[in-house]
């Protein structure tokens, strides 16, 4: 990833229905918030992106006969610790020294045991980045899932392994 990013401590993600839009927010370590309003499809891109980074980095998955199954308990793990620590999965309010982009692209690489997952609107402009652990990744993915589902986009396939467990015949 070459481009440098303003670096986000935690995000905000939540849909504006007015929009039809996700609103990922990057709080800054300024102090200053950058919304970046997220479309369907760029999620759809952003999801495949993060999965297939999650599935070439695990350290199981490559001598698993299921990889999927290796990521579902990973994802299991890291949603049940991040449902403890409960990450804000609401948009933020209006507030003046919000900065408002359209991202247009997402960038997501491995550097070490973290995910580097940057954002890019239509004039290039980077809006944010952020160092994520693997824990981390899967509960933004969790907290994306949550409000594409509530904008009713129906993306749920995106991530098979992102499903429940299911056991046995007849099992759900």
Known sequence: MSTTYPKAQRLSIG????EDRLILTGHLQTGEDREAMITRRLLSRLLDK?????????????RSPDPD????????????????????????????????????EAQVETQDEHLILGLIAEDKTPITGIKLSR????????????QAGKAEW?????????????YGKGAG
Do not use: C, F, N
Request: aromatic share 4%; hydrophobic share 40%; no cysteine.
């Open 50 to 62: 993060m999965s297939s980074e999650l599935s070439s980095t695990h350290p199981a998955a490559e």
């Open 15 to 18: 849909y504006d229905p007015r």
């Open 69 to 104: 199954e290796v990521l579902q308990m990973e994802h299991i793990a890291a949603v049940t610790q991040g449902r403890s620590e409960q990450s804000s999965s609401e948009a933020s309010q209006e507030k003046a020294a919000v900065k408002k982009y359209l991202a247009v």
């Open 154 to 166: 129906e993306l749920e396939q995106k991530a098979a392994w992102m499903q429940p467990m299911k």
């Open 135 to 146: 824990a981390k990744a899967h509960q933004v993915l969790r907290m994306l899932m949550e």
